[in-house]
C-alpha cells in the first residue's frame, strides 16, 4: 500500500497529490521565468491571473509584491520559492499537510 497521501492541502486548498507533482514537473521545465512586480500586474489589467501551481489569484494574495511569468505561465512568488528554486521539490510536496482520503 502506497503510504502518501492523495490529497493534500496547500495555501487552503485541497490538492490532489498527484495532480500537484505534475503540475509542478510541468512549471519547472525549461523555462525562464521573469520576475514581474504585482504594481505591474495591476496596472497592466491582469486582475484575474492564477498562480499555475495553487491556483490563487495574484491580485488577491495578502502580501504579494512580486510573481513569476514564462510562456503564459504564472506562479507567486511562495510557489516559485517553494517548488521552483528548490532543487528537490517532492520533498516541499511531501511536508505539506495530507488530508486523509474519508472514502
Do not use: Q
Not at 514537473?25 to 500586474?41: G, L, Q, S, W
Not at 521552483?84 to 510536496?93: A, C, M, R, T
Request: hydrophobic share 40%.
Amino acid at each position: 500500500m502506497n503510504s502518501e497521501p492523495m490529497w493534500v492541502e496547500l495555501e487552503g486548498a485541497i490538492v490532489d497529490r498527484d495532480y500537484l507533482i505534475d503540475t509542478i514537473a510541468e512549471a519547472r521545465e525549461e523555462r525562464p521565468y521573469e520576475k514581474v512586480k504585482r504594481a505591474e500586474i495591476i496596472a497592466n489589467g491582469d486582475t484575474h491571473v492564477n498562480c499555475e501551481i495553487c491556483l490563487r489569484v495574484l491580485a488577491e494574495i495578502p502580501g504579494l509584491d512580486f510573481a513569476y511569468y514564462s510562456f503564459g505561465i504564472w506562479l507567486c512568488s511562495p510557489c516559485h520559492e517553494r517548488f521552483i528554486e528548490k532543487e528537490d521539490f517532492l520533498k516541499s510536496v511531501s511536508e505539506l499537510p495530507a488530508i486523509e482520503d474519508e472514502g
